[in-house]
Nanobody, 122 residues
């Protein structure tokens, strides 16, 4: 099983990006997928997750309303749409497969992608 993130890059504040998490070796439709961010000099933290019923949970308030999750079964992928990006959204973004709970805790996830860099700067 392998997860691969893509879609990161440099964007100005207020801009948007869509990150992709593509899987091989497993059908994502039946898996819980979480997204995490590791900001420079900080620990990795949970952002949100989507469960197998397509119910989404957010770890905090900062991203809710700006970030949305979706699936594409045909492409075996999960997407993180990020709008109104802020400099504090900068970091390496990871998707992971595990169990989607309210806390979006790293400890609930076993399989991780390699990450994609997002930089929000003018």
């Amino acid at each position: 099983v392998q997860l691969v993130e893509s879609g990161g890059g440099l964007v100005q504040p207020g801009g948007s990006l869509r990150l992709s998490c593509a899987a091989s070796g497993v059908r994502l439709r039946y898996q819980d997928i979480g997204w995490f961010r590791q900001a420079p000099g900080k620990e990795r933290e949970g952002i949100n997750c989507i469960d197998s019923d397509n119910f989404t949970r957010f770890a905090g308030d900062s991203e809710e309303g700006r970030f949305t999750l979706s699936r594409d079964e045909a492409k075996n992928s999960v997407y993180l749409q990020m709008n109104d990006l802020k400099p504090e959204d900068t970091g390496v973004y990871y998707c992971a497969m595990g169990i989607c709970t309210e806390s979006v805790s790293l400890h609930d996830y076993e399989i991780w992608g390699q990450g994609t860099q997002v930089t929000v700067s003018s």
